[in-house]
């Protein structure tokens, strides 16, 4: 079955209540959310690093 990619939104969220919730650093968080279903191949590290992780910084 072919997963939809999660979007950029819904990821920050889910990054959040990861660190929130479980005290998870932003190398285990990105981890977890590439591990999901439907992440790969539309997300990688970097980009969710970028897009997901880090928004904003430079």
């Known amino acids: 079955m ?6 950029p939104a ?6 959040e209540g ?4 479980h005290g998870l650093e932003d190398e285990q968080v990105a ?3 590439l ?3 439907g992440a790969v191949p539309r997300w990688d590290a970097a980009r ?3 897009e997901v992780i ?3 910084l430079p």
């Open 48 to 50: 969710l690093a970028a």
């Open 54 to 56: 880090a928004p904003g």
């Open 18 to 21: 990861l660190r929130e919730a």
């Open 10 to 15: 819904y990821l920050r969220t889910m990054a």
């Open 31 to 33: 981890d977890y959310l």
């Open 2 to 7: 072919q997963h939809n990619p999660p979007a």
């Open 35 to 37: 591990s999901c279903p």
